[in-house]
């Protein structure tokens, strides 16, 4: 295998300057401006008004209870979140069914727990109604919740993993074997849809602005998009018209039945998958040696523009698999524990991230609406690349994942002040993630401290 080497090297810029000049040693494409004003502007999808061009990605706290209900860590979260002062908040990763949750403390939505589910919307929205009595000038954010299957890395409670197809690399990775869980039917596959059915219509009902269909980082719905080697089935194959047979069926049931002019029906998007032919979607289609392999968007334009026809208006675009190879989907300066560091320098991930989204944004017609993604690295620059971005109609809404668990008031920091406080953003030093993979609740261990600190050191969960 041929590794692309850049040297990795950890943040310590102390002016624009100087990361100016790292950009151009790289000789890389990126831009920064000190006029933050692009983030500040409004942006109406149908009936729905976006205050701004900030946004909270879906960060999951694994904090729910065994039935899947929002516990206090969880309420407190979203009250943080909603001190953002952000355009879009997308609620966290929520099962669909128990049978597709990630871990055992996921969110999981259903008729018995609905009323707790809208407790962590009225959470964001006190905070809102707070922050809008302070300085005047914030409105309440659209409320996304993303609904997933996490396919071949369900935990229900032991790992079952739910596969499309077999590929061994990632099996590998997450400490699964081939005799682990089971490859779905698509009699299997045909009855998930009624559980996107029945979660949508709860989240409409509980005052949702609309759901994500996810279809990122390697969870079954983007799972199937690389299902090359799915055979015997009329959801895979070589054939885009079967591959994307299922996804399709999927949106086209939630559009006609719930979307309208105030409820989205949206998804969270990986455009690339890092992850080599034949088993990675949106790269090149041919047997390489290359790593990372060769990104080629024609699929991800393609599907974009046919979700759209249906009625899907807001993607939130991501890519890499953080399960497979963290650093392409979340560039850092250290690792989890045990994993080793990228052969590349973090800024060249934040590029590739924004390259790809700059191509997908270009290729689709200008009414589709993108959420870019991977700006958190560049800690308290990234104000002045992501309003460079937004500025050129590159991208039109800029999110932020570990930032928010960081600093959730981000958003008025910007706003407010059109700066990030140093001291308060995220440094990337994975431990959210070590958080997560230790089974424990999810949140940042250095700025969150007093919280998060004691799990990070071996505290028991507790029942929050």
Known sequence: MIILEQKHENFRFKSMDQLKQKIDDLNLDLH?????????QPLK????????????????????????????LTKRRYHRFGSSGVGIIWYESTAINPQGRSNPFQLMLNEENKNAFQDIIKEAEKAEDQL???????????K?????HSGRYSRPGKKFPQRMYSYEPLDKVYHQTLSDGKILTDSDLEEIETFFRESTKLAKEIGFDGVDIKICHRYLLNESLS??????????????????????????????QFSSNNFLICSRMNIYDGIPYPYGWGVESQISDIYPPVPNLTEPIQLIKDLHDIGVDLFNLTIGNPYFDSSISRPFDQPVQGAKLPNEHPLQGVFRFINLTRKIKSS?????????????????YSPYIAAYEVSQGNVDIVGFGRMAFANPEFGQQIILNNRLDPKKCCITCSKCTELMRK???????????HIYQPYFKGKQRENN
């Not at 194959?237 to 999927?250: A, C, E, N, P, V």
Request: one cysteine or more; aromatic letters at 6%.
């Open 132 to 142: 809008n009595k302070d300085n005047g000038i914030f409105t309440k954010s659209i």
């Open 45 to 72: 999808i149908r009936n729905l008004s976006i205050s701004n061009r900030l946004c909270i990605h879906p960060m999951e706290g694994c904090d729910a209870t065994a039935d899947g209900s929002p516990t206090i």
């Open 227 to 256: 299902a090359f080697t799915r055979g015997d089935s009329k959801y895979g194959g070589d054939l885009y018209s079967t591959r994307t047979r299922w996804l399709k069926s999927i949106i086209k049931d939630m559009v006609s």
């Open 32 to 40: 920064l401006i000190p006029n933050v004003d692009s983030l500040k």
């Open 439 to 449: 089974g424990t609740v999810t949140g940042c261990v250095i700025r969150d401290s």
């Open 364 to 380: 689709i017609p200008s009414d589709v609406k993108i959420i870019g993604t991977g700006y958190s690295w560049l800690r308290e």
């Open 144 to 148: 996304i919740l993303q609904l997933n």
